[in-house]
């Protein structure tokens, strides 16, 4: 594997299930990134962990809640969540404290709230 | 505050003729900026960048962005369409926090026709 990839692609739940989002690094990075893409609307920052450490947490709500247990690993842990949730979650990665260095995207998962 | 404004939700184009998609940025601080392509069902993918090197940008696939300071303006070009650039395109700025920060404009949907 390369890159960065998410599992699962596509996710369909309803309001009481708990699931999980996974993402998985293969670029030696040490920063990891949460975001929502809704249709007409800019992609959200949601999280970030910069060498494990939560460092941003972008008003989400405590719905979601991400896990970093390494700098390979990242998670979102999602529990009743609300149809306007459903969009695509985008994991990224990147060097943390280098200017000008790209983040890597994941290919995302596809969320549908019913 | 850092912004970007896409100033054009859709492009239409036909193949063979030059694409011209526009950007422009606000920051604080001297900036860095992205455009990043994402076709149908994939995450996103860097297609070029500006980090307070030269100008004029050349990025992958053809495409190229001048930066404008005078105009605040990033706008990203190519001389002729492909039917394969059919995709969604973002105009990012970044600022380091720590984290590499990155603020998306809306997005510009390029449709190019036979």
């Known amino acids: 594997e390369t890159g960065v990839t998410q599992t699962p692609r596509h996710l369909v739940m309803g309001m009481t299930n708990k699931k999980s989002l996974k993402c998985e690094q293969h670029l030696g990075h040490n920063a990891m990134y949460w975001y929502k893409q809704s249709a007409k609307k800019p992609l959200e920052l949601m999280f970030v962990?910069?060498?494990?450490?939560?460092?941003e947490n972008n008003s989400v709500p405590s719905r979601f809640s991400p896990e970093c247990p390494n700098s390979s690993h990242l998670f979102l842990h999602l529990h009743t969540l609300q149809p306007e949730d459903s969009a695509l979650y985008l994991c990224?990665?990147?060097?943390?404290?280098?200017?000008?260095?790209?983040?890597?995207f994941g290919p995302g998962t596809r969320l549908t709230v019913l | 505050a850092q912004s970007v404004t896409q100033l054009d939700s859709h492009v239409s184009v036909s193949e063979g003729t030059p694409v011209l998609l526009r950007c422009n940025y606000s920051?604080?601080?001297?900036?860095?900026l992205f455009w990043y392509v994402q076709h149908p069902n994939k995450g996103l993918q860097l297609l070029l960048k500006y980090t307070s090197a030269a100008t004029l940008v050349k990025g992958i696939n053809g495409f190229e962005a001048e930066f404008k300071k005078s105009e605040t303006s990033f706008h990203l070009t190519k001389p002729s369409a492909h039917m394969s650039d059919a995709a969604e395109y973002f105009c990012v700025v970044t600022f380091l926090l720590g984290f590499q920060k990155l603020v998306f404009g809306t997005g510009t949907r390029l449709l190019v026709s036979p």
């Open positions: 920051s604080s601080y001297s900036p860095s």
């Open positions: 990224a990665s990147s060097q943390a404290g280098t200017r000008g260095d790209e983040q890597f």
């Open positions: 962990y910069s060498l494990e450490e939560r460092v």
